[in-house]
């Protein structure tokens, strides 16, 4: 049943001039371009072991001797996996372009990570593509995939998880305990040297190996661009992101069939159209359609959301976003990576340029699935000098931090950070990549991806894209005040 105008106008209405702020993050900025400095206590900031920093966050970042990643005092970092340096345990270096990452625990007291590596066209454009591991390869001719890594104490172990893929970006995990890796891409078979289709999800066991031979795309949850996906452990639905452009993408929703129980391996069993795929369709206070997310100017905008089946989920002459028309679902630039937290799902605009009505440097929304609204907790403005340390800007993937509040890893341009985001709307920096990979006159840092924590939430884990680098962070961790 959707959610008509009149419903939403009248939750609005009870609520209060339509700002219904959902889940425990609250409003993380107050106007455009709050969140483009960085605002931290730095009282007792130059206390060695940094454990006695009483404001938000933990001190300034303090430049790395070795060059790779500017910490606070007290924290400090271990090279987990390097891209051509390391190796798998079949022997072959590391894969490159590290991206989305989740963990897991492992047999033993190990933690397990599975990680993308974004490597898109042919396996002969990459030095270290992801090795053709046999019984784990979709398409023979794509250079992607993710790769599994055990952490126990001082060791490191890693092996291919599935192989064959293209443009592993983002992702999400499951509550079964298993990892859904996304494709970011439409390139059919022909295309890019592809034998196969491609842009699809697929789902990797970071546990159970055998569980991962004869990888088989996820049909059901379309084919498009993905970037990022989670799965509503209470209602058994998806949310699926898309980043694309000319039009712009969209977020999706798939609903499992009657019937249908998740757990390991069950999502490839499903008819290639099981379930509802929809797309979304915003609509503010006033029942008035919302044809961009980049016209929402003001943190705490809420938008009733409606959800519009997908035509031809598998695109096969017609890519999905431009299946609809103006007026049938609500568009979104760079619509990137989400988590689950607080009842719900938070959403990442990387930035909006041009190609949208209004331009800013990113947005973080949440999506309230009993609600059914969707209400902006983060708007970034325009960042006027991104070479410039201490601003902000382009969010990518996120996570919620058992410390309150977010977690943000940077995609901007100039400087890339490691970002939090408390409660009350307070940002502070957590890590600053120091690998310049460009040239002294003119310096590039990439960006950060794949943050996410431990299990037991004592080591915050993040890669470096390019070379591709997994980091594990620790410190004197701590609840964030909320200002």
Known sequence: MSLTRR??????????????????????????????????DTDGAGEASGAKHGGVGYGPLLPDPDGLLALPAGFSYRVITYSGRTKLESGEFTPSNHDGTSTFRGPRGATLLVNNHELKGPRADWP??????????????????????????????????????STN??????????????????????????????GYVFEVDPVDHRRNRGPKPIKALGRYAHEAVVVDPK???????????GPNGLLYRWTPPQGF?????????????AGSLQAFKCFDS????????????????????????????????????????????????????????????????????????VQHDGAVWFYDPKRRTLTLKVLIGVNPDPSVDGAFDGPDNITVSPYGGLVIAEDG?????????TDSGRTYPIARNELNIGSEEEPEYSEFTGVTFSPDGGTLFANIQDPGIMLAITGPWKRQKRG
């Not at 129980?261 to 159209?273: C, I, N, P, V």
């Open 128 to 165: 270290h593509p992801v090795p053709l591991t046999e019984g784990l390869v979709y398409d023979p001719a794509a250079s992607g995939g993710c790769t599994v890594v055990e952490v126990r104490h001082d060791k490191v172990a890693e092996w291919v998880g599935i192989a064959g893929t």
């Open 413 to 421: 341009e100039g400087i890339q950070h490691l970002f939090g985001a």
């Open 235 to 245: 209602r058994g639905r998806l949310y699926l992101t898309e980043d694309a452009a």
């Open 286 to 357: 006033g029942g008035k359609f919302v044809d961009d997310l980049s016209r929402a100017t003001k943190i705490g905008t809420v938008y009733g959301v409606d959800w519009v089946d997908v035509p031809d989920r598998d695109a096969k002459t017609t890519s999905v976003r431009k299946q609809f028309t103006d007026g049938q679902v609500t568009r979104a630039r760079k619509l990137e990576g989400m988590w689950w937290g607080d009842g719900g799902v938070y959403i990442v605009s990387s930035y909006a340029r041009s190609e949208s009505p």
């Open 261 to 273: 129980e998740h757990g390991h391996g069950q999502l490839a069993t499903l008819a290639d159209d």
């Open 169 to 198: 970006c983002a992702g999400g995990n499951t509550p079964w305990g298993t990892w859904l890796t996304c494709e970011e891409t439409e390139d059919k078979a022909g295309q890019n040297g592809m034998t196969k289709d491609h």
């Open 7 to 40: 419903d939403f106008a009248r939750r609005s209405a009870i609520t209060g001039a339509g700002v219904a702020l959902a889940g425990s993050v609250g409003a993380l900025a107050t106007a455009p371009n709050a969140l483009a400095s960085t605002e931290t």
